[in-house]
């Protein structure tokens, strides 16, 4: 056979036995990506002091999550995976940290205090964005607890210091 022949035969038999032998590997690789990685995360239970709801995500829907937490791991609870993958339970969680397991997985889902400050943050800048909005309509702080409940501290410090910056802006100061 000529040179140039047995390249013309061959060149198609390594280029299919290359991709053949390279078809259990993507194979394989789309399998580990196909599954879920577990996470999971802490937050406070709006206006229940004390409370937190805890969640899953990326569990293999239909399994049991355990979460875990607090000193001595006093909080303890088991919840069934819906079919989206997640698992969601709460309570009253002892000071410390909460983790959550699924199957031979294991992640740590934050403190109790790390949820707090997390909570504190977000009330104190839901607070400033409607304090800044309701003064910069009329360059006028309007009365906060328009319908009695108590306010949460934090949001009441963020209202203030929108309100405030509202008074101090070049719209209200001109206006």
């Not at 009329?138 to 906060?144: A, E, I, N, V």
Request: charge should be positive; proline fraction near 5%.
């Amino acid at each position: 056979m000529k040179p140039r022949i047995r390249l013309a035969v061959l060149a198609p038999v390594l280029v299919s036995s290359l991709a053949l032998g390279s078809a259990p590997l993507l194979a394989a690789s789309a399998q580990a990506a196909a599954v879920p990685s577990l996470t999971c995360s802490v937050k406070q239970t709006p206006n229940a002091a004390g409370k937190y709801d805890v969640t899953a995500t990326g569990a293999q829907p239909g399994t049991t999550v355990t979460f875990r937490g607090g000193t001595a791991n006093k909080f303890s609870a088991e919840v069934t995976v819906n079919d989206g993958g997640t698992a969601t339970t709460s309570g009253f969680i002892p000071v410390g940290k909460v983790t959550a397991s699924n199957q031979d997985e294991k992640v740590s889902c934050g403190t109790v205090k790390e949820a707090e400050q997390q909570d504190a943050q977000a009330q104190y800048s839901k607070g400033f964005r409607k304090g800044l909005a309701e003064t910069q309509e009329g360059c006028k702080k309007k009365p906060q607890n328009q319908n009695l409940a108590q306010l949460d501290p934090n949001y009441e410090k963020g209202y203030n210091a929108g309100a405030a910056a509202a008074l101090n802006s070049k719209a209200c100061q001109e206006g």
